[in-house]
């Protein structure tokens, strides 16, 4: 089954980026950024709920939505 999504131009554009070649579609593209989320460690597999949550979270290290270790503690008087 076929579906449709919803994608600003500069998104498609950067997807356009990370094609290999101008035959890829946009669905192997996504599959691909797709399989870079860990499915699990030597510990075991990871639920998609924590799978989920680890993406959000790398996101938001990456975008500085972060307190350093330092800072949590002089926010927390501590």
């Given at each position: 089954m076929?579906?449709?999504i919803?994608?600003?131009?500069?998104?498609?554009?950067r997807l356009?980026?990370?094609k290999?070649s101008?035959?890829?579609s946009?669905?192997?593209?996504?599959t691909?950024l797709l399989?870079?989320?860990?499915?699990?460690?030597?510990?075991?597999?990871?639920?998609?709920?924590f799978?989920?949550?680890l993406?959000?979270?790398?996101l938001?290290?990456?975008?500085?939505?972060?307190l350093?270790h330092?800072r949590?503690?002089?926010?927390?008087?501590?």
């Open positions: 076929i579906t449709t919803q994608l600003t131009p500069q998104t498609r554009s356009a980026e990370l290999q101008p035959r890829e946009y669905d192997e593209v996504l691909k399989s870079l989320v860990p499915e699990g460690d030597e510990e075991g597999a990871y639920s998609q709920p799978r989920v949550a993406l959000r979270s790398r938001e290290i990456r975008e500085g939505r972060t350093s330092a949590l503690k002089r926010r927390l008087g501590l």
